[in-house]
């Protein structure tokens, strides 16, 4: 079975803080995903990692910076927090094209 | 861009029946096509692909795909209680990069499936 791990279920941050959320995928997988999910907007793509090391924008990158020093590990990086970051994050990895969900983090930055 | 609609719902199905999930996609070019089910609070889970015309039959579930008129659809027979949820259709796409390209998915917002005891 494909297991995706996210490192918290739930966060409260502050504004202002730097805000790193891991995702751990153990299949080997080579591309890896953020998303961010809200009521009404559904799923949206932040960034993608395709290799150890490169990574590519989504459609929502703003404010956001992620990195992958390993290939099972896959980071987002909040710099700055700031309230309408305040979210549900869902990290995934992917064997061709069908891709696999962590358990999400729900992020609330106060 | 390449789009993927979904009906918003709520859908309402009395248990035991069959629920329909409708969905249709933009690019004529896609070939790849996943039903997802997310649990209020929960992640999406993979419920069954397709990537031929026609039917595809896993269980209750059945998926449904018409690339001609840019449709694919997810059928529940027997539809229980615990099949309460939101269903996200998502389509494959391909993003190039220098050197390169990704295999990604196209994400649907869902349809909100209610089953009524």
């Known amino acids: 079975d494909v297991k995706v791990t996210q490192s918290s279920r739930y966060l409260v941050k502050r504004t202002g803080e730097k805000v790193f959320l891991e995702c751990v995928q153990d299949?080997?997988?080579?591309?890896m995903f953020w998303y961010r999910q809200d009521p009404g907007l559904g799923l949206r793509l932040i960034y993608f990692?395709?290799?150890?090391?490169?990574?590519e924008k989504g459609d929502i990158p703003e404010g956001y910076s992620v990195s992958r020093e390993k290939k099972e590990r896959f980071s987002l990086i909040l710099e700055s927090a700031s309230t309408n970051q305040t979210s549900m994050y869902l990290c995934a990895s992917s064997f061709l094209e069908t891709q696999y969900f962590g358990p999400g983090t729900r992020l609330l930055v106060l | 861009q390449k789009e993927v609609e979904q009906n918003s719902g709520p859908l309402s199905v009395p248990e035991g029946a069959i629920a329909s999930l409708n969905c249709t996609y933009s690019d004529r070019g896609s070939q790849s096509f996943f039903w997802y089910r997310q649990y209020s609070g929960k992640s999406p889970e993979l419920i069954m692909f397709i990537y031929s015309n026609g039917d595809k039959e896993d269980g209750r579930f059945t998926a449904q795909l018409n690339k001609a008129s840019q449709y694919v659809s997810l059928l529940i027979r027997d539809s229980q209680p615990s099949d309460s949820a939101t269903y996200l259709c998502?389509?494959?796409?391909?993003?190039?990069?220098?050197?390169?390209?990704?295999?990604?998915?196209?994400f649907g917002k869902g349809t909100h499936l209610i089953i009524q005891p």
């Open positions: 998502a389509v494959n796409t391909r993003t190039t990069y220098s050197g390169g390209g990704a295999d990604g998915l196209t």
């Open positions: 990692s395709y290799d150890v090391k490169m990574k």
């Open positions: 299949m080997d997988h080579e591309n």
